[in-house]
């Protein structure tokens, strides 16, 4: 019998959901010293464009989108003042040529047009209109759009014994990302600004510094508790540059301003790192996968930078042989850490497992599941990539296991689980 109780409710990319994001036409390498480069052509062409041709390419184009995009003049004129740096002709350009300059070097993107998943969940920073008997949370999704590139996107929803789940609906409009012009010195830092977003569903992050170029994947969203008591919203996520992997973190200043920075030390160049929700005998703890089989533990006086660390769980059972991984941050719980875990078996089959960890000495673990929580359903098994169950975070409230997760690769399903029968479950 299955620990788990399914929820009806799914979550599926959506396609009619864009940004805008920067287009630049260039030539092919033979090509590159060909003179006027294009992006001079087109300068020059806008530029001989008479009032009445301005007109009717605003018209044509630009108009429609306003119903998409919020502040969409600013934006074009935002990526006009880009190309006026590159091409100083285009200082000339009167305000109906300058918009139009801007949309020529600018595209609508689809985020989340091939697949929505991956989800990881924190409790929502405010509880107004919290269902008596629940919760409301906050969800982030990895999105793949055009060119398999991965973006984070956020929704905000509920759970309650009585009811279940559900997911708030998405703003019809989501708002691109740009890197602040008042940029934090040093370190490959940036700060990122969702303007005029005005619920977590409008902010969308995509790939906007090079080590990010292909796609910003799994961020393990963590509700992380100082010893002060403050409160921060971080997250491990992989930044892939179309060659090589990299840990990223994250933090979230109300969801419509981030912070980005990579992490350093030899344990950062693995995927799937995942920060415990405080520090532990004083000191930052994460989960990662150095050596791309087993769980190690690591410890850190520096949130940013991860050295050493030792295996902590290794693969064991015929669902876990292959390789094994966290499935988001470790749950505290009355009786331990309860961390969730990833397993690839046989034929690429990714399930999930769980293990409870000492909560004094996570070094220790008391327990694990001999055979997964959840598996690829012969129902549910297709899809971009086949027999693939995954989660980046779950959280507990009331003592029940509230889990968002990923079927093969395409889109997000809900369940619930009782703690006890799950630590009941683990030898």
Not at 108 to 137: K, T, W
Not at 330 to 336: C, L, R
Not at 353 to 360: I, M, Q, Y
Not at 396 to 414: E, K, M, Q, S
Request: glycine content about 8%.
């Amino acid at each position: 019998m299955s620990l788990l109780t399914h929820s009806p409710l799914h979550l599926a990319p959506d396609a009619s959901r864009t940004v805008i994001r920067p287009f630049g036409p260039q030539y092919p390498t033979p090509f590159a010293n060909v003179e006027p480069s294009r992006t001079e052509r087109i300068v020059d062409a806008v530029l001989a464009m008479n009032a009445g041709e301005l007109a009717a390419d605003e018209a044509r184009m630009i108009a429609p989108l306003h119903e998409r995009h919020r502040n969409l003049d600013r934006l074009l004129l935002r990526r006009y003042e880009e190309i006026a740096k590159i091409v100083p002709a285009a200082e000339a350009a009167d305000d109906d040529a300058k918009l139009v300059i801007g949309a020529y070097f600018s595209e609508e993107y689809s985020f989340e047009a091939a697949a929505l998943f991956n989800p990881s969940m924190v409790p929502h920073p405010r509880q107004d209109g919290c269902p008596e008997d629940g919760i409301r949370f906050l969800l982030s999704l990895r999105g793949i759009g055009e060119g398999h590139v991965s973006s984070v996107t956020f929704r905000t929803g509920s759970w309650s014994k009585s009811v279940g789940f559900g997911v708030d609906k998405a703003s019809p409009q989501a708002i691109s990302p740009r890197i602040d012009e008042a940029d934090i010195p040093g370190d490959d830092i940036s700060r990122i600004i969702c303007e005029g977003s005005r619920d977590p569903s409008e902010s969308v992050l995509f790939p906007v510094t090079p080590s990010q170029a292909q796609g910003i994947e799994d961020l393990r969203l963590c509700r992380f508790v100082d010893d002060d008591g403050t409160v921060d919203h971080v997250g491990t996520y992989t930044a892939f540059d179309g060659r090589a992997t990299r840990s990223e973190l994250l933090r979230g200043f109300g969801f419509s301003e981030f912070e980005m920075r990579p992490l350093k030390g030899s344990a950062a160049a693995a995927k799937g790192m995942a920060l415990f929700p405080r520090r532990v005998d004083g000191r930052y703890v994460m989960l990662g996968r150095q050596d791309n089989e087993s769980i190690w533990l690591l410890r850190s006086d520096d949130l940013y930078t991860w050295n050493g660390g030792d295996k902590l769980i290794s693969p064991k059972f015929a669902w876990d042989l292959c390789q094994m991984g966290n499935c988001g941050s470790p749950i505290e719980i009355d009786e331990g850490w309860l961390v969730l875990t990833h397993g690839v078996g046989m034929v690429r089959n990714y399930s999930i497992g769980a293990a409870l960890l000492d909560k004094h000495d996570p070094s220790k673990v008391l327990a694990r599941t001999a055979e997964p929580i959840l598996r690829p359903s012969p129902k549910e098994r297709d899809g971009y990539v086949p027999n693939v169950v995954y989660s980046c975070g779950a959280m507990v409230h009331d003592r029940t296991l509230l889990l968002p997760y990923g079927i093969a690769d395409n889109f997000a399903a809900f369940a619930t689980c009782d703690v006890g029968d799950l630590l009941g479950a683990m030898r």
